[in-house]
């Protein structure tokens, strides 16, 4: 796949300020991953769940999702959830439209009775802070912060009715281990979009956990997932029989009914769900989550002892166990520009290494997600190498 675009004079407007022009660095194509796609989100599709869904297009592409032919997809997405998660009994699948921040908005309106606690470490979890804050139906919520590259701690308090964690912060590359605080009675939220399917996660611990297919599920976006507990649904009733207006589209029972009878409130992207259930009977199929999860700490051991003995790469994240095994964010030499390197990389068909812009560092991101191969991890290390050598 790298061919089309390898050795391609592309149309790199400010080439200019590089040393050399990206054009003229070429790495050989030996040293090349086999697939070039590193980005976080949407990230790699294995190209064999597309060919599996071309495949079944002509029957089930274009087809009603009222019907068995999309209904029984959502129903092995539901089973299949809950082998990968080893869901405790009680436990269900609940889906609906609109992504990971889109399931914020829906936490604001069924989930949270009063009073939530965030940890906010980056961009995304900050976010999910924010859009709770904004809403005149709730008290404002407790905000616990650290700095970019380190996670907070959750603390328990008499009154807080949802703990809104992340389990991986894709914008810095940090991840915590989920753990329901000491002394707490609410909620346990888990945005686990970057997480869900690469890291390890007991469900016990957990009321919520949800995220979007388009990281390690290796989907498109557009779909939220949720996971939730028996304690979890019984809030979503409370809310509602407490009449809160609600949009319908926001409204959690409304998606935990539908998903009941396999179904979502409106129309479903089918590829989309299609291409998620590949990817989740590929992981069932080679292990489940302890397999995926070890492929990723494969791919992140590379990473990570590369850029250790690098003389002009560091991680990111200083306390090895809040490094990410999905997402490694690595810090590059200021006498090295990153943007180059990112650029020069595309140019040769490793994409979307550039780091998170609004993080301002001179550094690389890159996704270590199941669908992606750890040799083409370690390949890419050595690209970069090359790429820094010739500049
Ligand atoms: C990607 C991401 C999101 C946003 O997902 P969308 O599908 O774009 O809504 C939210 N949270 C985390 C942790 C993410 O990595």
């Known amino acids: 796949m790298l061919a089309h675009v390898t050795n391609e ?3 790199d407007k ?27 989100g949407p990230s790699k599709v294995r190209p064999e769940a597309v060919d599996s869904l071309r495949d079944v297009a002509g029957k089930y592409l274009g087809t009603s999702h009222r019907r068995d032919g999309v209904r029984s997809v959502v129903s092995r997405l539901r089973s299949g959830m809950a082998d990968l998660f080893g869901l405790p009994a009680g436990y269900e699948v609940v889906l609906g439209n609109g992504g990971a921040t889109c399931f914020w908005d829906v936490a604001t309106f069924s989930l949270i009775e009063r009073h939530s606690q965030h940890l906010s ?9 924010s859009a709770v804050a904004a809403a005149p139906h ?7 912060k650290s700095e970019p590259g380190t996670h907070p701690a959750p603390v328990g308090r008499p009154g807080v009715d949802v703990y809104a964690l992340t389990h991986n912060e894709t914008s810095t590359g940090v991840s915590m281990e989920i753990r329901r ?9 888990v945005d686990a979009t970057s997480a869900a399917g690469g890291l390890a996660i007991k469900m016990s611990e957990v009321d919520v956990y949800f995220f979007s297919p388009q990281k390690c599920f290796a ?18 009733d409370v809310i509602k029989a407490s009449r809160r207006w609600m949009p319908p589209t926001l409204d959690l029972s409304v998606a935990i009914s539908n998903s009941r009878q396999d179904q979502t409130y409106n129309t479903p992207a089918l590829a989309t769900l299609w291409l998620l259930v590949d990817q989740l009977e590929w992981m069932l199929a080679n292990g489940g989550l302890d397999w995926a999860a070890s492929r990723c700490a494969t791919s992140a051991g590379f990473i990570y002892s590369w850029a250790e003995a690098s003389s002009y790469a560091t991680p990111f994240v200083a306390d090895r166990f809040q490094r990410s095994n999905v997402v490694a964010t690595i810090d590059i030499d200021e006498s090295i520009d990153a943007i180059a390197v990112a650029k020069i990389l595309r140019s040769n068909g490793i994409v979307d290494t550039e780091p998170y812009r609004k993080l301002g560092r001179n550094q690389l991101r890159v996704a270590m997600f199941p669908a992606i191969d750890p040799e083409d991890a370690k390949a890419l290390c050595a690209c970069v190498d090359y790429v820094v050598d010739a500049l």
Request: hydrophobic share 40%; net charge negative; aromatic share 6%.
């Open 219 to 236: 989907s498109d976006g557009g779909l939220w997932v949720a996971l939730m507990s028996p304690r979890a649904l019984d809030r979503v």
């Open 138 to 144: 709730l008290d404002d919520p407790e905000v616990i």
């Open 181 to 189: 605080p000491q002394g707490a009675d609410g909620l346990v939220i």
């Open 9 to 11: 004079v592309n149309i």
């Open 121 to 129: 470490f980056g961009e995304f979890s900050s976010k999910f802070a």
């Open 14 to 40: 400010d080439n200019s300020d590089l040393g050399r022009s990206s054009a003229e660095i070429a790495i050989p194509p030996e040293m090349l991953p086999a697939d070039g796609r590193f980005g976080s």
